[in-house]
């Protein structure tokens, strides 16, 4: 019954923003640590960023650092990842899930970033 349903990606131009949502179902939310993965054709997929569940403090790999911020709120068992000044290497099926214990993966939520 784990599942997570992430949408909100689209076609961005570069420098545009778009605004990620991961609903979580079956699991206590409130106390997973949480992270956005993301997987572009031909590469591996990678932790982009990530959010305790305590003090909701935040990490990010360096591509992404200071364009993107990741959020949580546990009364709706919804993780956020805000995307800010898009570029083209940030194309990728964006995923979320717990890094400390991975669930089934989701859909994920395709993010397109071209001119």
């Known amino acids: 019954q784990e599942q997570f349903v992430e949408s909100g990606g689209g076609l961005v131009q570069p420098g545009g923003s778009l605004t990620l949502s991961c609903v979580a179902s079956?699991?206590?939310?409130?106390?997973?640590?949480m992270g956005w993965y993301r997987q572009a054709p031909g590469k591996q997929r990678e932790l982009v960023a990530s959010?305790?569940?305590?003090?909701?403090?935040?990490a990010y790999i360096e591509s992404v650092k200071g364009r993107f911020t990741i959020s949580r709120d546990n009364d709706k068992d919804t993780l956020y990842l805000q995307m800010n000044n898009l570029k083209p290497e940030d194309t990728a099926v964006y995923y979320c899930?717990?890094?400390?214990?991975?669930?089934?993966w989701g859909q994920g939520t395709q993010v397109t970033v071209s001119s």
């Open positions: 959010i305790t569940s305590s003090d909701n403090t935040t």
């Open positions: 899930n717990s890094p400390w214990r991975l669930r089934q």
């Open positions: 079956g699991i206590t939310f409130s106390i997973y640590y």
